[in-house]
């Protein structure tokens, strides 16, 4: 009898462990599914807000219609001390920038890809295209009810930084109108999961960037309703800049990155909502706890 208790303390502590591994999985998805939900809400919110400014258009010819774009969400993850990716300096004093830098935990990974899930098209800025070469579709959380994959997009005025190996699969590429021009011309791209390609007008104001909100309605015509923005630190700034934003998700992991590390928003001034002591205020934020990980989600307050 006690020759068997060894074995009997070993399966205990097996239990134990599974159990523990189980209670994980199920804090993750819980967690997970507390962020998609705040954000499923303010989707729906909006959709209802705009068909009742739709309505009221009906009645009053006079006024101009509601201004009809895609739901858009900004998420990305940072340090404590605010970074999002690395800058590394090669030999040749140039600077390249990353944010494929591992700084959130695996279960912000999930997130990330929970996030896509419910959205139409994952919007990457040319910077991040060119060093990460992300695929920006949903392989670690099951996509359902349904749905497709996102459509990756990428914001590149003169289309010159997508990869020749792009990962990216029926790539939406938002460029000038000029860049379209010529790419139509050249029709040099054959493969086998064609690029669309969307001329946009650029903005006269911020050295010949693509107009955002230009960008959106053109997605909206490919019946695009919500994209998910993940960067890189350029884009995230133009999009709060623009105040072009519905939801707010960031990702806080306890990890310093210091002087190498890449700024979310430097030098921008930011526009929505701002508060009396400068800034800008989430409106009803909500705080999930998410493996080593914290999330903060809110509503961007437009002004």
Known sequence: MPLCLPLQIQLLLLICLFAACN??????????????SYVETLKTSKAQALSHCAAGQSEELSDPAPRRLP???????????????????????????SSNFPISGPESLVLTHALRSVHDAVIVGSGTMKVDNPRLNVRHWNVTDGRQQPRPVVIDTHMKNIPA??????????????????YKNKQSHQRDKPWKILGCRTSIDSNNHLDLGHVLERLRDEGIQS??????????????????????????????IGLNGLNAFSGVSLVGGESSSGGVDLLNPIIVSLGRDVVIVGEWPHK
């Open 165 to 182: 190996d792009c990962r990216a699969d029926y790539l939406i590429v938002c460029c000038s109108e000029a860049a379209a021009a010529k």
């Open 23 to 36: 209670c994980d999985e199920i804090s993750t998805k819980t967690s997970t599914l507390k962020v998609l």
């Open 71 to 97: 739901f858009v969400t900004i998420t990305y993850a940072q340090s404590i001390d605010g970074k999002i990716g690395l800058i590394e300096k090669k030999g040749n004093g140039v600077e390249t920038r």
């Open 227 to 256: 994209v998910m923005v993940e960067g890189g630190a350029s884009t995230l700034s133009s999009f709060a800049r623009a105040d072009l934003v519905d939801a707010f998700v960031v990702t806080i992991a306890p990890k310093l």
